[in-house]
């Protein structure tokens, strides 16, 4: 299949371990937060969201940190599987700005090691 | 299957056509983005609807670009004389506006090539 992204930073996990995927965002209007999973040839795919009001949430597996001092999110896979492998990425948004768009980071590549 | 969907899935077109693509968005969600994906790059966005009503354009969306939502459940993006820096993956999102919240939901894209 097609590669989502083929200059993107690449994160390398063994199997059973956890990982931990970086975000930097720049704009501090932004309110909401969004981690997307995008497997080669398909769209993005939901992970989990957090709002600026929170700084951690945790879904099943998945946990995400908010840290709006020095605007930085994480994902924090707990023991990553095979399935985990795709091109992560972060998105903002902000409910005060005109128009709703999504502004997505770069994309961080996560290969499982078995 | 009842997420977002796109038509076609992949298209192959020579510089100068016309292409248009279709998105049916999640049944109950009454907003609908376009967003275009380079290789390598997250999506960017273009534009989106609010029922039928197109809210916002982004700077990207040039002249020959247009979007509709006629009755604000599907959506459709033609793209004229296609050139061949449109090659992307044109994206196509979902969502349920609440206060303070947006979940947009992608569809699976429509891969488009200009030879």
């Known amino acids: 299949g097609e590669s989502v992204g083929l200059h993107l930073p690449t994160l390398s996990v063994q199997e059973g371990d956890n990982s931990i995927i970086n975000c930097a965002y720049s704009?501090?209007?932004?309110?909401?937060f969004i981690w997307y999973k995008q497997e080669s040839g398909k769209g993005p795919q939901f992970i989990i969201d957090?709002?600026?009001?929170?700084d951690k949430r945790q879904g099943q597996r998945v946990t995400v940190l908010l840290n709006k001092t020095v605007k930085h999110l994480s994902l924090q896979i707990a023991a990553t599987q095979p399935g985990d492998s795709a091109v992560y990425f972060c998105?903002?948004?902000?409910?005060?700005?005109?128009?709703?768009?999504?502004?997505f980071g770069g994309g961080t590549r996560v290969l499982v090691k078995p | 299957d009842t997420g977002v969907s796109q038509d076609p899935r992949h298209k192959i077109t020579k510089r100068g056509q016309n292409v248009t693509f279709r998105c049916d968005p999640i049944?109950?969600?009454?907003?609908l983005y376009w967003y275009r994906q380079t290789l390598g790059q997250g999506p960017e966005f273009l534009t989106y609807?609010?029922?039928?009503?197109?809210?916002?354009k982004s700077r990207l969306l040039s002249d020959r670009f247009s979007a509709e939502r006629p009755k604000g459940s599907f959506s459709t993006l033609e793209i004229q004389r296609t050139e061949q820096g449109d090659s992307a993956m044109y994206l196509c999102?979902?969502?349920?506006?609440?206060?303070?919240?947006?979940?947009?939901?992608f569809g699976p894209g429509t891969r488009l090539t200009v030879l």
């Open positions: 049944s109950e969600h009454n907003r």
């Open positions: 704009n501090s209007a932004s309110d909401y």
């Open positions: 957090i709002r600026s009001n929170m």
């Open positions: 998105a903002e948004n902000s409910a005060k700005a005109a128009g709703n768009k999504l502004t």
């Open positions: 999102a979902s969502s349920a506006s609440r206060k303070g919240k947006d979940t947009q939901y």
């Open positions: 609807f609010q029922n039928e009503a197109q809210l916002e």
